[in-house]
């Protein structure tokens, strides 16, 4: 097994990959900017460097530094976390010149599911169901049109290098094409340097529904089921379930089968995971692959027992999964809330600061994945998520029960947090009913 | 079964340094071809066979006087020792490449100076194959395209080196008398007799991003006049800026400049 791996990322993310460093007894080395020397991540690995300043560009995402304090410490291998490096193929290719294992796919893996246009080609051409639209990339309006009228209004016209919302716009009848293709074109080539565009159907009011899949270097891939992850807040996960309440054992079985073949198809390894739509017929479509640990992987490995981390270490250290379809079972139901350092007053707003006082939640099937303890200062440099609350029980009822108990014990105070919007969301009946999609907040939060 | 754990090191040439911004460049970001930064956009400079590469189309480059080698009139000590020496570490045999070619498809002799060659100064060598090469585009009503890289007059060679801005000249001289096209392109450094000499005598002239373009060194100036020079003097912007040349281009858009301004001036003098 490896000695030592560098960790190539902060907050709650770089904290979760040293426990299961440590616990597998592989030395850790932490890296951070310079406003991030009192982060938790720095205080429990082995070694610690500093690569650069609080500016993102300067540090997590400057490749010679973390490839220098990765020769500099003799770490073997690299976990990128998510965000920041996690999929960057140039990345991933420098780590293989320099002998260093990247945890993750490899560089041409990345960068044949990074493009959206080119992994939704991919995707039809092994026969997984897409969004009816574009077979890759849009030429140009005309083109683009042509697509529409074929497809039927409404459509949505996408950002190849997009994300998070970005460079994606609704068009619900011709006229509005023509509008909404230049914006989101141009909105793309501000945004990623790169105005490559597709045109899908727009489907209304679906499910994000999202399978977990394991692939080792052997070829053996595993789904590990699926995450519901609809409650979204301007294209940003707020709150994840798993299981999904509308989805059979039937349908699970279908859309795993897809995952897997997804996977198969590029010869992934690693962790990744597929995302899909679900709409009201229960029809699913493919939209992208996600070639990294997800925020929300908790939840997967609550309710199959199987932690995610190790087996992306192992898998990386060339070792066959040892777990096989047959042996994944789901038991029980898991749901995380993010808890963000933000004002929900104040349309989200970051709210960094000194969190003066901490009081976190515990009990049985509780779960706290996060960076932070009390005299913790959040810089306002990076992302606004502080903390992953999980909790798993036998039904999901009992879970969001245990949700409603947990949050009413996390207190933290210095700054805001969305701790009560999370609750607002637990007690609206849509939700307890498993009766939501995508626009669940803006229809019934706002 | 498992992956065979390597000590992790940084291949030789996996970062480029600019030593203009000084920042560290992934190899594969930087623009090898064109030899330019993508932080700071400096031109670095060419040798002979990457320009060639970039301005002229493949195949159809035919060298002049690609034997015409350097004496020693004045006896000046180790100077043709120094000559064997960057033989063999350039493959040049002097810091001037002569020939014809097509730019676009379009006819043009063409001078490329290399300044890894005793920093391209100008000898006899030097100044003989220019002016070759410039009574060959005249004699053949074809443009002329120089590449300028100097530091000036080559001193080995004292007073012949000097005679060289004359014979030059002399030549753009006919060239321009016969109605033909020269067109001047300074690349970093243009300096001393060079300048002094062909390197303006272009009727077009054009100079790449951030050329240092001059005569005399700005030191040289500085304690000659005892005062201090405006910031950014005897670069390819400055002298753009006071009217001394016609544009700054990108490198890579060089070439399409070089073609289309030919196409322009077919014919020659109207």
Known sequence: ?????????????????????????????????????????????????????????????????????????????????????????????????????????????????????????????????????????????????????????????????????????????????????????????????????????????????????????????????????????????????????????????????????????????????????????????????????????????????????????????????????????????????????????????????????????????????????????????????????????????????????????????????????????????AFIEGKYDTAFIANHIG | MNIELKKPSIPEGLWIKCISCNDTIYRDDYDEKFNICPNCNKHHRLDVTRRLEITVDKGSFKEYDADLKTVNKLNFPKYIDKIELLEEKTGLKEAVVTGECKINKNKAVIAIMDSRFLMGSMGSVVGEKITRAIEKATAKKLPIIIFTASGGARMQEGIFSLMQMAKTSAALKRHSNAGQLYISVLTDPTTGGVTASFAMLGDIILAETGALIGFAGRRVIEQTINQQLPEGFQTAEFLLEHGFIDKVVNRRELKDILSKTIEIHKGGKR
């Open chain 1, 1 to 429: 097994m490896f000695k030592k791996i560098l960790i190539a990322n902060r907050g709650e993310i770089a904290v979760r990959i040293i426990r299961a460093c440590k616990e597998m007894g592989i030395q850790t080395v932490a890296v951070y900017s310079e406003i991030d020397k009192e982060s938790l991540h720095v205080q429990l690995a082995d070694q610690s460097v500093c690569i650069g300043q609080a500016s993102p560009q300067k540090s997590y995402l400057n490749i010679e530094n973390i490839i220098s304090a990765t020769v500099l410490t003799g770490a073997e291998a690299i976990h990128p976390g998510f965000g920041f490096l996690s999929e960057n193929s140039k990345f991933a290719s420098i780590c293989n010149e320099c002998g260093i294992e990247f945890i993750g796919p490899t560089a041409e893996m990345i960068d044949k599911m990074g493009n959206k246009s080119e992994a939704r080609k991919t995707m039809i051409e092994a026969g997984i169901p897409v969004v009816p639209g574009s077979k890759g990339k849009v030429e140009g309006i005309e083109d683009g049109l042509k697509i529409a009228e074929e497809i039927g209004y409404p459509v949505m016209i996408k950002a190849s290098a997009g994300g998070g919302g970005r460079g994606m716009r609704i068009a619900y009848d011709k006229e509005k094409f023509i509008s909404a293709f230049n914006t989101a074109k141009s909105e793309s080539k501000k945004a990623f340097g790169d105005d490559t565009m597709y045109v899908e159907k727009y489907v209304e009011n679906p499910k994000h529904i999202e399978f977990q899949i394991l692939a080792d270097k052997h070829g053996n891939v595993i789904h590990l089921g699926e995450r519901d992850c609809s409650i979204q807040r301007r294209h940003q996960k707020v709150l994840e379930e798993a299981p999904s309440k509308v989805i059979s054992g039937e349908l699970r079985d279908a859309m795993g089968k897809a995952a897997v073949k997804a996977a198969k198809s590029i010869k992934y390894q690693n962790a990744g995971t597929i995302e899909f739509l679900l709409d009201k017929h229960g029809d699913f479509y493919f939209i992208e692959m996600n070639t990294r640990i997800q925020v929300e992987h908790p939840i997967t490995e609550l309710i199959t027992g199987i932690d995610l981390i190790k087996e992306q270490i192992k898998i990386a250290f060339g070792e066959k999964l040892l777990i096989k379809q047959k042996d994944v079972k789901i038991t029980g139901h898991a749901i995380e809330c993010r808890i963000n350092a933000e004002n929900p007053e104040l349309n989200f707003m970051p709210s960094p600061g000194t969190i003066t006082d901490l009081r976190l939640p515990g009990g049985y099937g509780v779960r706290i994945d996060s960076q932070v303890y009390s005299g913790y200062t959040i810089p306002p440099n990076y992302d606004s998520m502080i903390a992953k609350l999980i909790v798993h029980d036998k039904t999901r009822e009992e879970a969001i029960n245990k949700m409603k108990r947990a949050l009413d014990e996390f207190k933290i105070k210095g700054l805001c947090t969305n701790i009560e919007f999370q609750k607002v969301i637990l007690n609206k009946e």
